[in-house]
């Protein structure tokens, strides 16, 4: 789970370091092809190219991937425009909202310590975005609702049946960002010529969000969710570290404040529910 974060939060670096010269359809274009390949390969490897899937499971993966498609063009639209360290903070309540959806919409239980401590993470959340007219950057609402969309992204996941492939479901991600993005892209007309430079960014983002779908597939694969899902939050701290060391970026001591909040709370969470699914588990078994 720390390789996979690691590599995600490389991949934000990169796609900070090249700036804005190059439209965000044309990116996900160039980054999407490399990795249907990675991805391809290694499903095709594990035999999950062709599973057979009900009509309710492929329209879950189809909203996951459209989930997925939205949620980035927010979220690189957020992070050309913010500090990485807190574009990335703001990420940091998803096991928060996912919490909250799950128990609005799916009916989940959600005891009354995890809900406080839900409305404790979001005033956290609140010191980072900071809706006021000093502090806050309208960049802030990209992020928000990037996490809008990664919460139903995760949301479906959850309800996927348990014979649907991990890596089948990210190849499709990776196909349908690709081809709706290759469709914005001819209907902006705004293809753009690609410096060597940019070229040797694109295929290291390629690598890194490779390199992130495989570790996290075999996280979720062979580790138990309660143990790996707090390592989750060393993005931050990888995103703190680049952001200091390569872009000369370091959140203030109000956004510090509020991702240690949110962190603390949401890893909070995180106990209780594994607690409550080792509770019920138990009482399965009796």
């Known amino acids: ?74 979220f690189v639209s957020a ?19 996912v919490a909250l959806a799950a128990a609005l919409f799916f009916q989940e239980p959600l005891g009354w310590r995890r809900f406080v401590a839900i409305g404790i993470g979001f005033l956290g959340m609140v010191l980072i ?14 992020a928000l609702a990037a996490v809008v969309f990664i919460t139903i992204r995760d949301l479906t996941a959850r309800r996927l049946s348990a014979e649907v492939p991990s890596l089948f479901v990210a190849l499709h991600a990776a196909v349908c960002v690709t081809v709706l993005a290759s469709g914005v892209l001819l ?3 705004s293809w753009q010529p690609v410096a060597a430079g940019d070229g040797l960014l694109i ?19 062979v580790g138990d969710i309660g143990f790996v899902a707090p390592f989750r939050y060393t993005g931050l701290v990888w995103a703190l570290l680049i ?12 956004t510090l404040l509020g991702a240690a909040i949110v962190v603390g709370t949401g890893l909070f969470t995180l106990f209780r529910e594994a607690r409550a699914n080792r509770s019920q ?6």
């Open 1 to 74: 789970m720390v390789a996979a974060m690691a590599c995600y939060t490389f991949n934000d670096a990169l796609i900070k370091f090249m700036g804005g010269d190059m439209s965000m359809s044309q990116l996900f274009v160039l980054r999407g092809l490399p990795t249907i390949l990675f991805v391809g390969i290694l499903t095709y490897r594990a035999g999950a190219m062709t599973p057979q899937l009900n009509r309710s499971d492929w329209m879950l993966i189809s909203l996951r991937s459209l989930s997925e498609l939205l949620a980035a063009y927010l």
């Open 79 to 97: 992070l050309r425009q913010m500090e990485i360290a807190n574009v990335t903070a703001v990420l940091q309540v998803l096991p928060l909202t």
């Open 129 to 142: 975005v900071r809706p006021g007219p000093e502090g806050f950057n309208p960049a802030t609402f990209n």
């Open 187 to 189: 209907i902006q007309g």
């Open 203 to 221: 295929l290291g983002m390629a690598v890194f969000i490779g390199g992130g779908y495989l570790f996290s597939t075999m996280v979720m694969r």
């Open 243 to 254: 952001g200091l060391l390569v872009f000369g970026d370091w959140p203030d001591a109000l």
């Open 281 to 286: 588990a138990k009482a399965a078994r009796t």
